[in-house]
């Protein structure tokens, strides 16, 4: 099953669960023989810090000189947001280049591709705490058909959980974590996951996954679903495997 090709990507909160839920499908799909791979992931933390760093650069700098007009019109919408300063529109402008940039890059090889940074995932980042929607029109552009997720998994959770999950972290890394009134910013951050899942549903496979207690039965069910779609785009075009 190597030859096809599926572009997944999940979205949600901070604490969510989407790394997890990545993890748990991939090793599921590769019991299926499925050819599986998580660039989001892989990139973030696989090499050592510096040659991360210069690996993102590499991806991002492919992006502006690829496609400059799409990179024009991002820089535009972001500078547009109402952030809370212009190296945080620097900072998510880097980051939306950069999911861009692996999710075309994943359609360019075979398998399945999980995502738990994505192009969603990105617009919901730049219009956490934008009190517009401009942000959203990142996704309206007909360049970016490509980048979008075939399907898109939704991971939710009660607040109450996520906020729980957040706080016994060790490193808070998230801007939810770091803000004063973190539930008051995780309820608009769950509202703007549903604004971004309605933006998305027209043009890719919605599905969803609660992430409240033992993530691995909605893994094995997600995996089943996933294999089945792989395994009938192979039988629509049997040429592909």
Not at 42 to 69: D, I, S
Request: hydrophobic share 50%; proline share 4%.
């Amino acid at each position: 099953m190597a030859a096809t090709n599926l572009v997944v990507e999940f979205l949600g909160l901070p604490g969510a669960g989407k790394s997890s839920l990545s993890h748990l499908v991939a090793a599921q799909l590769a019991e299926h023989g499925v050819t599986v791979a998580q660039p989001s992931y892989e990139l973030a933390h696989g090499p050592q810090p510096r040659l991360r760093r210069l690996r993102k650069m590499l991806h991002v700098a492919r992006e502006l000189v690829t496609h400059p007009f799409a990179t024009a019109r991002a820089a535009r919408i972001v500078g547009a947001t109402r952030q809370p300063d212009a190296a945080t529109r620097t900072r998510l402008l880097f980051n939306w280049l950069l999911v861009v940039a692996l999710a075309r890059g994943a359609r360019t090889r075979p398998g399945v591709h999980l995502l738990d940074q994505g192009v969603l995932q990105a617009v919901w980042s730049i219009a956490l705490e934008d009190r517009s929607e401009t942000a959203l029109q990142l996704l309206a552009d007909p360049a970016l058909a490509l980048a979008l997720p075939d399907v898109a998994v939704v991971v939710a959770a009660r607040l109450d959980v996520v906020h729980d999950r957040l706080c016994s972290r060790s490193a808070h890394d998230s801007r939810v974590e770091r803000r004063r009134g973190g539930l008051v910013l995780l309820g608009r951050g769950e509202q703007l996951v549903q604004r971004v899942r309605e933006t998305a549903a027209g043009r890719t496979l919605v599905l969803e996954v609660r992430n409240e207690g033992d993530l691995r039965h909605g893994a094995a069910a997600l995996a089943d679903r996933l294999h089945a779609i792989v395994a009938g785009s192979l039988a629509a075009n049997p040429s592909a495997g």
